[in-house]
């Protein structure tokens, strides 16, 4: 049974920076897809990024371009989302999500979701 359990969540100034983790375990392939969503208070749920195992590609909402960044750690079976300029607008739930052997692009997978999801951890932008 695949479990993603996210960490580094928080409070941070507008133009900080968090780094948030998403510890992977239960894999039982070497062929997913995990990436990042988010979910504000009142609003549906939005792909921030994502990456590819086979190949390692990556893609990200036009709204975080730029300003963050995902990575792995497979010894570690972690993935980790480097957010640096953040924006009060940033605030959210960061929910983990992975699908193991994926038939899309990460791109349809980071506009539809996955298959499994982690409980979230909260991140707030003070302005």
């Known amino acids: 049974e695949v479990q993603l359990v996210e960490s580094g969540g928080g409070l941070v100034q507008a133009g900080g920076s968090l780094r948030l983790s998403c510890a992977a375990s239960?894999?039982?392939?070497?062929?997913?897809?995990i990436g990042w969503f988010r979910q504000a208070p009142g609003k549906e749920r939005e792909g921030v990024s994502c990456?590819?195992?086979?190949?390692?590609?990556?893609y990200y909402a036009d709204s975080v371009k730029g300003r963050f960044t995902i990575s792995s750690d497979n010894a570690k079976n972690t993935v980790y989302l480097q957010m640096n300029s953040l924006k009060p607008e940033d605030t959210a739930v960061y929910y983990c999500g992975a699908t193991t052997t994926p038939y899309y692009s990460g791109l349809w997978y980071l506009n539809n979701g996955m298959d499994t999801w982690g409980k979230g951890t909260p991140v707030t932008v003070s302005s």
């Open positions: 239960g894999f039982g392939f070497d062929d997913y897809v």
């Open positions: 990456r590819m195992s086979e190949d390692g590609s990556t």
